[in-house]
């Protein structure tokens, strides 16, 4: 099998097309406090949840970054990694 763009970009090591996974476990951290941060909309509890909200999603974004099965999951990783910090940016 010829290993194309195409292939290194949409398929994993064993030949199939990955878009989308099973969540792992910083991104089920990440929606369960960022839900619960909904909840809880004030006080030092708001601000614990954001802080392991935002702390679970880097990880989850460095982790396909770095460990992705193909480039379209290290890519996603990637803007999501840029999407995060640049939120965080204030003027």
Known sequence: ????L????FRDSSGKIVLAQMPNLPLIVWVVT????L???SGNINTVLDVVANGSLFTWAWLELFQGVNYFRRALGLVVLIALVASKIQY
Request: net charge negative; glycine share 0%.
């Open 6 to 9: 195409v292939d290194k970009t």
């Open 34 to 37: 960022s839900l619960l941060a």
């Open 1 to 4: 099998m010829e290993n194309t």
């Open 39 to 41: 909840i809880f909309t």
